[in-house]
């Protein structure tokens, strides 16, 4: 009990690069320290350790980049060079003046929405939209006549599809283009607001198709696309449960399961699209593995579009 009291009574101010005096935060640097990769519960256990090392040595003043330094070499202590250089790029783009737009795509029940929600917290993003959202609201001012796929769901859009197809045309992933081209005009307008804030932003969905937004569309924003996948039939099928589960019934398993196989055809078809433009797919097993590496390709991604602009003064801006 006495140890907390004095460390309480000890307050670290750290001196921002403005010189402006703000008080040390464990969660806030936990958060910080979490976009090297970590997990959560280890991230705050090393941001406690830092606060001891600060308190212990009497720096009850720190600038901004000596603390950086400090939790740089307490990763690269802790847990290697991987999480120090994850941490270490994390600062050096996201101390610029650019937001980050990450659009995340996959089939139905891969996990897109959860994995959005994970990274938005381990790399402090606060803004997250799904293309579910916005087809909602288009909805609302678009009639069925004037533009019936969006009226359906992404795997039976093909139910709405009005124009005969050719013979070697899947309609199931026509009537998915289809819908997908319509809802990506609302994407584009989310993107456009959110560069106009100066915000970060995870727009997430199956609408994310790979090619279907051109990154150099955006060149006033860091533009990163990937894709999330199930290889495994029976475990996207467990994926579709667990779905259902937490969402009390109101997305029903068993509308899942009658319209499998149309979902894996639109899997297919996001991953053929992936192939040809170069997106990363990222497999889902383990949740925890999987937000790991989304979250490094991530920095890693909008770190080398920052040098490839001559955007970062110095690579080593940490130590």
């Not at 001891?52 to 603390?67: H, Q, S, Y």
């Not at 068993?254 to 997106?279: A, C, P, W």
């Amino acid at each position: 009990m006495k140890g907390k009291e004095e460390k309480s009574a000890k307050r670290i101010t750290v001196l921002d690069e403005e010189q402006h005096r703000v008080p040390f935060s464990k969660g806030l640097t936990a958060n910080a320290i979490m976009a090297s990769g970590l997990a959560p519960g280890t991230a705050y256990l090393v941001a406690a350790e830092i606060e001891d090392l600060l308190v212990r040595e009497g720096k009850l003043e720190v600038k901004i980049r000596e603390l950086r330094g400090i939790i740089y070499e307490t990763l690269l202590r802790r847990a290697g060079k991987k999480y120090a250089e994850n941490y270490s790029r994390y600062i050096s783009f996201s101390s610029l003046n650019k937001p980050l737009v990450v659009l995340i795509g996959g089939s139905t029940g891969v996990g897109k929405s959860t994995i959005a929600t994970m990274i938005a917290n381990r790399l402090s993003i606060v803004r997250i939209v799904s293309t579910d959202a916005i087809r909602e609201v288009m909805r609302a001012f678009f009639s069925r006549e004037l533009m019936p796929t969006i009226h359906t769901s992404s795997f039976d859009a093909d139910t709405a599809l009005i124009h005969p197809l050719p013979p070697h045309v899947d309609p199931v992933v026509a009537g998915f283009r289809e819908q997908s081209l319509s809802v990506l005009v609302g994407v584009r307008a989310i993107i456009k607001r959110a560069l106009n804030e100066g915000t970060h932003i995870i727009i997430e969905g199956a609408h994310i198709v790979p090619g279907f937004i051109a990154p150099e569309q955006f060149p006033e924003a860091f533009i990163v696309p990937l894709v999330i996948k199930v290889s495994d039939e029976r475990m996207h099928k467990d994926h579709l449960y667990v779905r259902g589960v937490e969402t009390q019934g109101t997305r029903p398993f068993q509308r899942y399961i009658k319209h499998f196989e149309n979902i894996r055809k639109i899997q297919d078809y996001i991953l053929h699209m992936s192939d040809i433009t170069g997106v990363k797919a990222v497999e889902c097993v383990d949740l925890d593995t999987t937000v790991s590496e989304v979250v490094e390709y991530i920095i890693n991604s909008a770190y080398d579009m920052a040098r490839r602009e001559k955007l970062l003064v110095e690579a080593g801006n940490i130590v």
